[in-house]
């Protein structure tokens, strides 16, 4: 199974994610952007597009790496990462299905307010314009289709632990 972590910069995907790991049994946790960073180490580069994730190879080299590691190793990929273009959500999920991997897909939402606050006093990372810039795409995600396609956890008043509890058990039940 995949327990899909989606939502914008700042919503607590990165942070959760151990959490929610050391809370399922038999659990591991894939950062698919380390597939993105792959593809951006090819040299000379690929096309830039702005994101890794509009290169057509990242999508399917997600949903491959993902049902290599669920073959290999079985039990449960926790999986933070952020997909607010709905055409690449289908592509990921359906080529999941196809090898009939059960995802859990949920999204970490906090309010706009919230969001800039935690990116902008981020002591890890320091702010990032980047991460900014995908607010407002995220905004437009989550009205069009994304709160619809997962199951909602608002972060803005809850620890990360918290959060983690909450996925957790849904998961489970």
Same mark, same amino acid.
């Given at each position: 199974?995949?327990?899909? =972590?989606?939502?914008?910069?700042?919503?607590?995907?990165?942070?959760?994610?151990?959490?929610?790991?050391?809370?399922?049994?038999?659990?591991?946790?894939?950062?698919? *952007?380390?597939?993105? *960073?792959?593809?951006?180490?090819?040299?000379?580069?690929?096309?830039?597009?702005?994101? !890794?994730?509009? @290169?057509?190879? @990242? /999508?399917?080299?997600?949903? *491959?790496?993902?049902?290599?590691?669920?073959? %290999?190793?079985?039990?449960? &990929?926790?999986?933070?990462?952020?997909? #607010?273009?709905?055409? %690449? @959500? /289908? *592509?990921?999920?359906?080529?999941?299905?196809?090898?009939?991997?059960?995802?859990?897909?949920?999204? &970490?939402?906090?309010?706009?307010?919230?969001? /800039?606050?935690?990116?902008?006093?981020?002591?890890? =990372?320091?702010?990032?314009? !980047?991460? #900014?810039?995908? =607010?407002?795409? %995220?905004? $437009?995600?989550?009205? /069009? @289709?994304?709160?619809? $396609?997962?199951?909602?956890?608002?972060?803005?008043? =809850?620890?990360?632990?918290?959060?983690? &509890?909450?996925?957790?058990?849904?998961?489970?039940?």
């Amino acid at each position: 199974m995949i327990v899909w =972590l989606n939502g914008t910069h700042g919503a607590g995907k990165t942070t959760t994610s151990p959490l929610v790991q050391e809370l399922i049994p038999d659990s591991r946790v894939f950062d698919a *952007e380390k597939v993105g *960073e792959t593809l951006m180490d090819i040299k000379p580069g690929l096309p830039w597009t702005g994101n !890794f994730q509009d @290169w057509p190879p @990242w /999508r399917p080299l997600v949903v *491959e790496t993902a049902r290599h590691v669920l073959d %290999y190793a079985g039990g449960t &990929l926790v999986v933070p990462m952020t997909v #607010l273009v709905e055409r %690449y @959500w /289908r *592509e990921i999920s359906a080529g999941l299905a196809g090898h009939s991997i059960p995802v859990r897909h949920f999204v &970490l939402h906090a309010e706009q307010d919230t969001l /800039r606050e935690r990116i902008e006093g981020d002591t890890v =990372l320091g702010p990032s314009a !980047f991460r #900014l810039r995908h =607010l407002e795409p %995220y905004a $437009e995600a989550a009205r /069009r @289709w994304l709160h619809d $396609e997962a199951e909602v956890i608002d972060t803005t008043h =809850l620890t990360p632990a918290q959060a983690a &509890l909450r996925i957790a058990e849904a998961v489970k039940s």
